[in-house]
């Protein structure tokens, strides 16, 4: 259930003093290859933290030797010093693993080395603690070392996220963190995917876009974006097989949704995963459009909270999707909740009260526009008195 | 202080039982002329309550003689059964207006009178109640009935929102309701603009939506918009004087501005009021679309709940405005939050413990784009336990 599951992968995670808390913070994933194949998905935020611009670069080749993650600081709105840390942070792995012998025969670059960081915005990172906790991580490397890894990269996660998909001769592995911040563009938080496929980079990249459209981006916790996610996929090719383009994507994506499930589930202070699913849009962009509003209401996901099937706010919601993007007839909305059909044509239907809420965790809300065979389901939580506690308490 | 300081209107506010409260719920506003003039600004939510369906067809001809508003049910998601309710809710103010010989000597006919709900969604009205309670609005009509309409209005609301805009021989009066659902297009509310300028119908309507969008558009408490939202403005001309378009436009929106400020101040269960500024935007709709994304992040509204100067949750949310639609350089951003530029150039500027958001209920935050001279200011609130509690305890 680990990223060190594939063959080729070692990883370690270590305390290096980076949290107040003591906890592991700093993970370290080493691709012994013999390919080092990697791709990444990154935030679409334009206020980007220094490791998404330097993982940016540094995978524009399609390879990678290691990935090196720290929480307890998310080295975010750090200025040209933020970039110079991430860049003496990828520098120092390298030479690291270099001397370790880890790195193999044609000896590991800066460049082959992807950095990813989380935790509060604007601060620096104590680079006297960092470097160390690298050579830390370096010299705890183990080829069972993935669940360590997936537990130095949690920050308010209660649980770590991991995952194994097992094909025939092959396997994805992975793990993430996230538990706030979970919009799209990505749902906020950083994950590594490890495989033995033996892949190319244009193979694996294009498995890992369609695996993170797919399932990260129908995660919306609280509609807030990361200036941090960061998506990696690495492939070692040490099973010597090499699945199809498709196969490749499918398992992937299992991996992914998996992992995504894993983070809703995690969600800061929620007491409610709900499923939204649109059917019968027009286009799947108006389905996710009218999916987005739905999630994004406070009043909605309050009154989820509250065990409320208040579908008057499932289509107060629904009716501020302009027609241009989600073409529909306000008096043909249909909205079921937990199965049952409490809004029909845009009136009343079922009785609310026929609507259990409190029996389960999951509940899913379904809207049907009647405007075309389109479906997408989103995922997102409640806003509960946690949440608004967690957010609020300390800084994050 | 009210809407029946103008001259030519006269106004109740009633307990028709709608409310389990017991409280006022019924309220009706007339002009007593000698104009008749009215201009609506409607919800633009494509779920619009049976009574915006109305208000919207009735005010066409650009006059009205009467405006009957209910809390207690919002008469939205009702089907053609709701409609026919406000139908039959105008025709019974119109025949009891009459009857009253209220309506002068040409008669009120349905179309002469708008209507207003607010409430719970999916609801139909108890019309064996509200019947009964329009008679008895009609027969508590008084000259100073202004503050009991303003009070019948009410619904979450703490305080009735009332102003006066004294001008040179004539007045603008104003009420609103309004505590949550505070969002654009409109601010979730109803509102009764009164004036005795005897002015044009084309003159009233253009006033009326310069005010709001200089107003209730600048308000989002918590993103959610309504079905219901209603604006009027009724003018009697009983005052003999014709302000010029400008300054009809002037007093309506200092007039609104005032009101808006009071929604903001009672919205439900915040404990701070936010303005904020974006400056130096490349155009008005830049400027408006960052403070909105500002304004709808749940984690630095919960963070100004903490009173908590997080300005990397202001700079991740500014981040996921797309470029077209708001040029700026992310480098350099600059974020003050009450006054202490806490951001500079993307990065950090002063320290946040400069920063005490605990001394008031008032928080300026103000980014600054650097991609042109355009400026918007937004209001909204905090994201609180109170708001959670209040919109999860009960359907509303």
Redesign the interface.
Known sequence: MTITAPAGFRASGVTAGLKVSGKPDVALVVNTGPRRVAAAVLT?????AAPVVWTRQAVADGAARAVVLNSGG?N????PE?FADTHRTAEHTAAALGAAGVGGADGVGAGDVLVCSTG?????LPMDRLLPGVDAAVGALADDGGDAAAHAIMTTDTVAKQTLVQEAGWSVGGMAKGA??LAP?LATMLCVLTTDADVDAATADAALRAATAATFERVDS??????NDTVILLASGASGRTPTPDELAGAVTTACADLARQLVADAEGASHDIAITVRNASTQDAALAVARVVA????FK??I??N?P????V???????P?QVAP?D??A?DVAVNGVQV?R????GEPRELVDLAAAREVTVEVDLHAGDAEVTLWTND???D???E?????S
């Open positions: 679409s935020n334009r206020v980007q998310a975010a709105c750090t200025g933020g509060l915005i604007g601060v620096r706030g911040m563009g609280d509609g807030c974006m990361s200036t994004r209401s406070n009043l309050a009154a909270f509250g409320d208040n579908w008057g706010r289509l107060s919601a629904v009716g501020t999707v027609p529909f306000a008096l909305l809004c044509a845009g009136g009343v806003l509960t008195h949440y608004v506690h957010n609020s308490a300390y800084s």
